[in-house]
Protein backbone atom coordinates (compact mmCIF):
# COMPACT_ATOMS: atom_id res chain seq x y z
CA UNK A 1 0.00 0.00 0.00
CA UNK A 2 2.40 2.60 0.64
CA UNK A 3 4.69 1.96 -2.63
CA UNK A 4 1.64 2.82 -4.39
CA UNK A 5 0.99 6.13 -2.08
CA UNK A 6 4.97 6.39 -3.30
CA UNK A 7 4.42 5.48 -6.54
CA UNK A 8 1.86 7.80 -7.47
CA UNK A 9 3.38 11.05 -5.54
CA UNK A 10 6.19 10.40 -7.37
CA UNK A 11 4.57 10.40 -10.84
CA UNK A 12 2.47 13.63 -9.90
CA UNK A 13 5.86 15.36 -9.31
CA UNK A 14 6.85 14.02 -12.96
CA UNK A 15 4.17 15.24 -14.28
CA UNK A 16 4.70 19.10 -12.76
CA UNK A 17 8.51 19.02 -14.16
CA UNK A 18 8.85 21.05 -17.03
CA UNK A 19 11.13 20.38 -19.75
CA UNK A 20 14.71 20.10 -19.38
CA UNK A 21 16.73 23.54 -20.29
CA UNK A 22 19.50 22.48 -22.49
CA UNK A 23 20.39 25.72 -24.05
CA UNK A 24 23.11 28.08 -22.04
CA UNK A 25 21.94 31.01 -20.04
CA UNK A 26 21.00 33.85 -21.65
CA UNK A 27 22.66 37.37 -20.51
CA UNK A 28 20.58 40.57 -20.45
CA UNK A 29 21.26 43.57 -22.40
CA UNK A 30 21.68 46.63 -20.88
CA UNK A 31 19.50 49.63 -21.97
CA UNK A 32 22.25 51.91 -21.77
CA UNK A 33 25.81 49.98 -22.33
CA UNK A 34 27.44 52.69 -21.65
CA UNK A 35 26.82 52.98 -17.75
CA UNK A 36 27.11 48.63 -17.60
CA UNK A 37 29.82 46.72 -16.62
CA UNK A 38 28.28 42.86 -17.70
CA UNK A 39 25.37 43.03 -15.89
CA UNK A 40 25.61 45.59 -13.47
CA UNK A 41 23.30 48.29 -15.38
CA UNK A 42 24.39 50.88 -12.70
CA UNK A 43 28.50 50.19 -12.69
CA UNK A 44 29.78 53.43 -14.16
CA UNK A 45 27.45 55.37 -12.39
CA UNK A 46 28.32 53.67 -8.97
CA UNK A 47 32.22 54.70 -9.80
CA UNK A 48 30.97 57.89 -10.22
CA UNK A 49 29.89 58.59 -6.75
CA UNK A 50 25.94 58.69 -7.77
CA UNK A 51 23.72 57.02 -5.54
CA UNK A 52 22.78 54.03 -6.97
CA UNK A 53 21.69 50.45 -6.02
CA UNK A 54 24.10 48.22 -4.92
CA UNK A 55 25.13 45.34 -6.83
CA UNK A 56 24.99 42.00 -5.66
CA UNK A 57 25.90 40.13 -8.11
CA UNK A 58 23.88 38.34 -10.29
CA UNK A 59 20.82 36.04 -10.25
CA UNK A 60 19.33 33.23 -12.96
CA UNK A 61 15.83 33.61 -13.50
CA UNK A 62 13.97 30.38 -14.96
CA UNK A 63 11.29 30.73 -17.67
CA UNK A 64 8.63 28.71 -18.93
CA UNK A 65 5.92 28.79 -20.98
CA UNK A 66 2.34 26.95 -20.95
CA UNK A 67 -0.80 26.24 -23.03
CA UNK A 68 -2.80 24.25 -24.59
CA UNK A 69 -1.14 21.76 -26.86
CA UNK A 70 -1.62 19.20 -29.13
CA UNK A 71 -4.11 17.07 -27.20
CA UNK A 72 -5.85 20.62 -25.92
CA UNK A 73 -4.60 19.72 -22.62
CA UNK A 74 -3.07 22.52 -20.39
CA UNK A 75 0.89 21.43 -21.40
CA UNK A 76 4.29 23.21 -20.94
CA UNK A 77 5.20 24.60 -25.00
CA UNK A 78 8.81 24.52 -26.00
CA UNK A 79 10.35 26.79 -28.17
CA UNK A 80 8.40 30.02 -28.29
CA UNK A 81 9.90 33.51 -28.68
CA UNK A 82 9.85 35.75 -25.51
CA UNK A 83 11.42 39.24 -24.25
CA UNK A 84 11.99 40.08 -21.11
CA UNK A 85 11.99 44.06 -19.98
CA UNK A 86 12.72 45.41 -16.48
CA UNK A 87 13.25 49.20 -17.75
CA UNK A 88 17.32 49.10 -17.06
CA UNK A 89 17.81 45.68 -19.60
CA UNK A 90 16.28 43.48 -21.82
CA UNK A 91 16.67 39.76 -22.99
CA UNK A 92 15.25 37.99 -26.30
CA UNK A 93 15.45 34.22 -25.90
CA UNK A 94 13.26 31.26 -26.58
CA UNK A 95 11.57 28.89 -23.97
CA UNK A 96 12.60 27.22 -21.56
CA UNK A 97 15.24 29.08 -21.00
CA UNK A 98 17.31 30.43 -18.11
CA UNK A 99 18.06 34.42 -18.09
CA UNK A 100 20.87 36.01 -16.31
CA UNK A 101 19.64 39.04 -14.42
CA UNK A 102 21.77 41.57 -12.13
CA UNK A 103 20.97 41.37 -8.29
CA UNK A 104 20.36 44.62 -6.85
CA UNK A 105 18.59 43.43 -3.81
CA UNK A 106 15.49 45.44 -2.29
CA UNK A 107 16.21 47.67 -5.43
CA UNK A 108 15.83 44.78 -7.87
CA UNK A 109 13.31 46.24 -10.63
CA UNK A 110 10.16 44.58 -11.43
CA UNK A 111 10.55 41.90 -15.07
CA UNK A 112 8.26 41.98 -17.26
CA UNK A 113 8.10 39.21 -19.62
CA UNK A 114 6.20 38.96 -23.05
CA UNK A 115 5.91 35.45 -25.20
CA UNK A 116 4.08 35.23 -28.54
CA UNK A 117 3.71 32.34 -31.19
CA UNK A 118 1.30 32.40 -34.02
CA UNK A 119 -1.91 34.63 -32.82
CA UNK A 120 -1.24 33.33 -29.11
CA UNK A 121 0.19 35.34 -26.25
CA UNK A 122 0.87 35.97 -22.91
CA UNK A 123 2.71 37.51 -20.28
CA UNK A 124 3.64 37.71 -16.68
CA UNK A 125 5.62 40.34 -14.28
CA UNK A 126 7.52 39.49 -11.45
CA UNK A 127 9.17 41.11 -8.53
CA UNK A 128 12.15 40.41 -6.48
CA UNK A 129 10.90 38.12 -3.17
CA UNK A 130 12.70 38.62 0.10
CA UNK A 131 13.92 35.35 0.31
CA UNK A 132 15.65 35.67 4.21
CA UNK A 133 12.03 37.20 5.18
CA UNK A 134 10.03 34.08 3.57
CA UNK A 135 12.57 31.53 5.17
CA UNK A 136 11.84 32.89 8.47
CA UNK A 137 8.22 32.91 7.54
CA UNK A 138 8.34 29.37 7.13
CA UNK A 139 10.16 28.20 9.92
CA UNK A 140 7.52 30.24 12.10
CA UNK A 141 4.65 28.43 10.47
CA UNK A 142 5.06 24.90 11.88
CA UNK A 143 5.11 26.20 15.62
CA UNK A 144 2.15 26.75 16.53
CA UNK A 145 0.10 29.96 17.07
CA UNK A 146 2.33 31.33 19.77
CA UNK A 147 5.63 29.79 18.51
CA UNK A 148 4.58 31.84 15.25
CA UNK A 149 3.85 35.08 16.96
CA UNK A 150 6.75 34.95 18.92
CA UNK A 151 8.90 33.87 16.03
CA UNK A 152 7.17 36.99 13.59
CA UNK A 153 8.11 39.63 16.10
CA UNK A 154 11.42 38.54 16.18
CA UNK A 155 11.76 38.43 12.40
CA UNK A 156 10.23 41.33 12.28
CA UNK A 157 13.37 42.73 14.15
CA UNK A 158 15.87 41.16 12.39
CA UNK A 159 14.57 42.19 9.14
CA UNK A 160 17.16 44.49 7.40
CA UNK A 161 16.40 44.73 3.24
CA UNK A 162 19.85 45.40 2.89
CA UNK A 163 21.56 42.20 3.98
CA UNK A 164 18.25 39.80 3.03
CA UNK A 165 18.55 37.79 0.10
CA UNK A 166 16.54 38.63 -2.79
CA UNK A 167 15.38 36.28 -5.75
CA UNK A 168 12.77 36.54 -8.48
CA UNK A 169 10.00 33.28 -8.80
CA UNK A 170 10.58 31.17 -11.68
CA UNK A 171 8.03 32.79 -14.12
CA UNK A 172 5.67 31.04 -15.66
CA UNK A 173 3.67 32.38 -18.69
CA UNK A 174 0.20 31.37 -19.99
CA UNK A 175 -0.45 31.60 -23.67
CA UNK A 176 -3.75 32.43 -24.83
Known sequence: MK????????L????????????P?????????ANAVGVDVYAKDRARGNPVPRFRGQKTVQVRTRGKGESSSHTELSGVPCTM???LYSASFVTPANIVVPDYGPNSPALFVRCVVAERSGSATVTAINMTAQQRQSSAAGTGLLGA????????AHNN??????AYPAINVTLR
Open 3 to 10: SNILLVAL
Open 12 to 23: ALTACAGAEITT
Open 25 to 33: PVMIVPKVP
Open 85 to 87: DSG
Open 149 to 156: IIIGAVAA
Open 161 to 166: PEKDDF
